[in-house]
């Protein structure tokens, strides 16, 4: 092994990424060097890139990036078995976790480990051990107490890339929402999440699917992805409307579940007019803080509607989301989610024109928004070919996500 590997380094807002060769770690005894293969460009990645949120980091720069797979580069030397007890060699394939619960705070002691206040930590620079902490590099180190689990032989690197982020909380998300079998959901948005958490909740054996959004090639890729019906926001421009046929498919009813895979607060106020009684609306996709809606507390009272909030998920889910794809992966086009394809040297250009495409694409006045679309709508990720399917300015529109090859 090589005594360096390339990363991609993050000095700020506006600023050019910078490859630099990062000294690989020695690893300690129950950690784990994994040599990343594809890693996708997540939303909350372009608010970083773009300066949404205040960030402080190291003067060094920062490694970033979190959906991603890869292959054991490494073994600890008390690193015998992956987190299921099956034993792991330098070679395997695997996905494992981002964050690591402490494992000490309550919500950790309550077996809440998704609820962990200090499950991520903060910008670290690539001089600070152990010096790979983000996807956007040849190598990641798991640290001590990180999920890692051996992936099936029958899924591509593709498929598991979002599986540590996406579907994960997709996954999460809808367990804790309550969706059950012969439920029914509304999902706010078909960009990757949303379009995933359609196949998700079809698989959880949901008697209706019903997806909201306004670009043709999300609302034909939302059928193939599970959708009984979906509404096109340019046709059903009121929001009263909207409800109004939300209730009308669910025979008077209102939905068990709404979801916002959108990242835009103001589309939670009618996502929660969608429920039945007692109906649960699950927030994972508005992470930007500062965003306010006004929201009438009386309907959750007379309704007695719920409201959650998802960010991570418990590492447990990692293998579900495996299964779920070995079972599904013939089911569900998911290489119709691949967007463009960059090599790690062309990491900037990867960022600069997947917001490109958000500022052109995407406005939604009557739905809640006007101006650049918000996090999640699309994934990117960078490997060094160009994906074969995408071929046609609706393809293009369509796709949620792609990936990284180092």
């Not at 609820?115 to 670290?124: F, G, S, T, V």
């Not at 979906?230 to 709404?258: C, N, W």
């Not at 809606?293 to 293998?319: A, F, M, R, T």
Request: charged content about 25%; overall charge positive; hydrophobic content about 40%.
């Amino acid at each position: 092994m090589s005594a360096t590997g390339r990363a991609a380094v993050f000095f700020g807002p506006g600023k050019p990424f910078e490859i630099r060769d990062v000294r690989i770690p020695e690893v300690e005894p129950d950690a784990v060097l994994i040599r990343v293969s594809l890693a996708n460009v997540c939303g909350s990645d372009l608010h970083f890139w773009r300066g949404d949120a205040p960030l402080r980091l190291p003067e060094d720069g920062w490694i970033f990036g979190h959906e991603m797979t890869g292959r054991v580069a490494k073994l600890g030397a008390r690193v015998k078995t992956d987190s299921l007890g099956r034993p792991l060699a330098e070679g395997d394939r695997v996905a494992y976790t981002y964050f690591y619960p402490c494992g000490r705070c309550y919500a950790c002691l309550n077996k809440e480990f998704a609820a962990c206040p200090a499950k991520l930590e903060r910008p670290l620079g690539p001089s600070q051990f152990p010096h790979f902490h983000g996807a956007f590099a040849e190598y990641y180190y798991l640290r001590p107490g990180g999920a890692i689990f051996k992936v099936p032989d029958a899924l591509s690197d593709a498929l598991v890339a979002p599986v540590n982020c996406a579907l994960c909380q997709v996954i999460y998300g809808l367990e804790r929402a309550g969706l059950r079998f012969g439920g029914t959901v509304v999902i706010q948005g078909a960009g990757g999440l949303g379009l995933q958490a359609a196949a998700v909740a079809r698989d959880k054996g949901a008697a209706m699917v019903i997806v909201v959004d306004q670009i043709p090639g999300r609302l034909e890729l939302a059928k193939a992805f599970g959708a009984d019906h979906t509404i096109d926001l340019r046709e059903v421009t009121e929001r009263k409307d909207r409800v109004a046929l939300v209730r009308k498919l669910t025979g008077g009813v209102g939905a068990d579940v709404a979801c916002d895979f959108v990242g835009f607060a103001h589309v939670i106020p009618e996502g929660i007019e969608m429920l039945r009684s007692g109906g649960t609306y699950l927030e994972i996709g508005t992470i930007s803080r500062g965003q306010k809606v006004e929201l009438e507390p009386s309907l959750l009272v007379w309704g007695s509607k719920s409201i959650v909030g998802v960010i991570q998920y418990d590492p447990w889910v990692i293998p579900r989301a495996l299964d779920f794809l070995v079972r599904n992966r013939q089911r569900f086009p998911f290489d119709r989610l691949l967007s463009h394809t960059y090599p790690l040297e062309k990491i900037h250009e990867a960022f600069a024109a997947t917001t490109a495409s958000f500022a052109k694409s995407f406005r939604m006045s009557r739905y809640g928004w006007s101006g650049p679309a918000p996090r999640r709508f699309w994934r990117r990720a960078l490997t060094r070919r160009t994906h074969p399917t995408m071929n046609g300015a609706s393809r293009r529109r369509a796709a949620a996500w792609t990936i990284v090859r180092t």
